[in-house]
């Protein structure tokens, strides 16, 4: 498994895997490895790609200045034991200081499907999601690139931003991997008391007892006094096109609830479409 930290030594080799005609995956990732992960990079290799690059990057300019990164879980070793075990070719462990040189002045801003939903709530989250995505895009040269459902709302702005800005590239998305108790698998999880995982579990409980034919803003007012009765501070709770993510009047096939809470000081999302 080859490890690049210089974004020019990946790009080099990934050019030549490519005139060598040899398929390549991305796996885009924050790190501090889950099954979550592990289960794109096993979807990279069920599609059949020869090269497999699982990045790993804490990107700074998708968190807030209140948010949690710098505090954010990070084990560099354990990742590339996980990366090396689940069968990843390659692994790429930048700095912010080589991914965002001196001056660093472009940005990519996706205007319709990141307004709501964590866009609202995170000012600026999906303008650095998707630059990086974009500079990694341009970095690996994937044929494809896996991300997972858990972050439903950042892979429709992903997909959108490779149709709108035309990169030869596909999207492939994996579902939501899931401890045996329901709770979403995330590297925020490891923030949690052993009281706060047991909330939590509100989580995937409420999105459980959804179902297709109700009233949008019946199931909505259900849904987070679920929340709230468990402990969890609402962010928000919204009833969406799975595909627009404009709000919906009735849940239906292909309707996404999407959830996201506080949990103490942690912030959890999950979502599930009908
Ligand atoms: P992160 O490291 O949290 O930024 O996530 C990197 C990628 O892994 C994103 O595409 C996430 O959607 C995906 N991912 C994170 N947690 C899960 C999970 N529990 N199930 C499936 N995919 C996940």
Known sequence: MKIFREPGKLQKWASAQKLAGRQIALVPTMGYLHEGHLSLIEAAKRKGADEIVVSVFVNPVQFGPNEDYDKYPRDEKADLAKCRKAGATAVFFPTPANMYLDRHSVYIVEEDLSRG???????GHFRGVCTVVAKLFNLAHPDFAVFGQKDY?????????????????????????????????????????AEERERALALSGALKTLAVGRNAATERKRVVKMLEDAGLKVDYVEFVDGGTLEPVKRTAKGVCVLLAVYDGKTRLIDNRVL
């Open 117 to 123: 939903l964590c866009g609202a709530r995170r000012p």
């Open 153 to 193: 709302q950042q892979a429709q702005v992903i997909k959108r931003m490779v149709r709108d800005l035309n990169f030869d590239l596909k999207i492939v998305t994996a579902p939501i991997v899931r401890e045996p108790s329901g709770l979403a698998r995330s590297s925020r999880n490891t923030y949690l008391s």
